[in-house]
């Protein structure tokens, strides 16, 4: 072997050394659905997402419910709680309750409150004039900051101490965060934001040996490509655990776009047919 080629194979295998190893996982055929439910369980607000529910029985939903930025105060209103009880109903659903943290620099919620949201929850699980319990707690705006990582991990702990064992932590940083983030918790969403943005750029800068606890929200989905089936696969064959998508950014109304998305993974495109 000339000197050349000794150099050649000693330069890849630096260049090799140095750059970061993406294991791929497996594609998740079982891929659930996430969906932000912010809006008021009247007027038939949520009929649509009851339908959908009811007509895809194998896909799992993770719902998150939000009466009012958070808990809102105990007792419930009766209208809340019959929403909830019904979403509880569906054997495919999991309902996680939504709290507002916003430790990301922009504004510092105080730890004590957040935990007073935790505690308003404790609540439901224990209600028993109707099927109100939590399979989750959804902590929105996650820090990305190392400098918090000790507020949200006293956050965490709170949860894991005051529910069931089998209670679920869902953090949303809506962004790539550092794998010590994943840490403690049972999902990650390290994407929220436009389809625009939902370029390959952005869907391969996610470590792949992290796709398996984490959620993909795209927002704002514009028709392109081949509809919602077609975003669908990419997540199935990337091996994400959960994803959204969007046609709007207003969780307050429901998007007709993710209708179409959930149900798609009711059918053959679920089984690698497509």
């Not at 607000?45 to 529910?53: I, L």
Request: glycine share 6%; aromatic share 12%; net charge negative.
């Amino acid at each position: 072997m000339n000197m050349k080629n000794i150099l050649v194979i000693g330069a890849h295998a630096i260049l090799a050394a140095a750059a970061p190893l993406h294991k791929r996982i497996d594609p998740n055929p079982n891929l659930a659905v996430d969906l932000p439910l912010y809006s008021w369980p009247k007027d038939g607000n949520w009929d649509g997402v009851f339908s959908t529910v009811s007509s895809s029985p194998k896909v799992t939903y993770n719902i998150i419910v939000n009466p009012q930025n958070g808990p809102s105060t105990w007792p419930l209103d009766d209208e809340y709680v019959q929403g909830v009880a019904k979403l509880n109903s569906y054997p495919n659903t999991n309902v996680y309750g939504y709290i507002h943290t916003c430790m990301n620099g922009h504004c510092e919620r105080p730890v004590s409150e957040i935990i007073d949201d935790i505690y308003t929850y404790t609540n439901w699980t224990s209600y028993t004039g109707a099927d109100i319990h939590l399979d989750g707690i959804f902590v929105d705006e996650a820090p990305q900051d190392t400098k918090y990582r000790k507020d949200l991990t006293q956050v965490t702990s709170t949860i894991r101490d005051k529910f069931p064992s089998s209670i679920k932590i869902w953090t949303n940083p809506g962004c790539i965060v550092d794998a010590e983030y994943y840490e403690g918790v049972d999902r990650v969403t390290a994407f929220e934001d436009t389809y625009e943005k939902w370029m390959d750029p952005a869907r391969t800068t996610i470590p792949w040996d992290l796709h398996d606890k984490t959620s993909v929200m795209i927002l704002n989905y514009d028709g392109q490509s081949d509809g919602p089936a077609s975003q669908a696969k990419i997540l199935i064959d990337r091996g994400f655990q959960s994803g959204l998508l969007y046609g709007m950014e207003d969780y307050q109304q429901l998007s007709s776009t993710w209708q179409s998305f959930a149900k798609s993974l009711g059918g053959d495109e679920a089984n690698g047919t497509y």
